[in-house]
């Protein structure tokens, strides 16, 4: 049986913010967890050792796996810092087009700093992705 590896655990946040390496990536990733939180509504949490999340959702795909994963989040890593959103909403294309300097990947969206986005577009981002997952999966 599939056992799930990024689960919500009791890890700090602060704590691991503060063992980012970069003093820049550290000043940005406390910008994002203002940004988020305060967005989001939600508080944050760690889910597995390096994505910070907020608020959760269980998913069940017609294969038949299932779990748990943040309704939205980031993790500043290394290179780049990913920003984890919803897919599959088509509304998040068009809001993409206007956040600024960021790559995409499957599911992730990564930035090298804030400075380079409009918050205001990942605000939007973040609401939208809550909305999107709140009713592709309701409790």
Known sequence: MYEQKTKENDTSVLAFI?????????????????????????PAKMWGPSIIGFGSYHYKYESGHEGDAPLVGFSPRK??????????????????????????GKACVYIHKVDDIQVDVLRSLIKQSIQFLKETYPD
Request: proline share 2%; glycine share 6%; aromatic share 10%.
């Open 79 to 104: 290179a780049k810092i990913s920003l984890y959103f919803a897919t599959g909403d088509s509304q998040r294309e068009s809001l993409l087009q206007d956040l600024g300097k960021h790559t995409t």
């Open 18 to 42: 503060e063992d980012v390496d970069s003093p820049k990536k550290r000043e940005d990733a406390y910008k994002l967890l203002d940004i988020f939180t305060e967005t989001s509504g939600y």
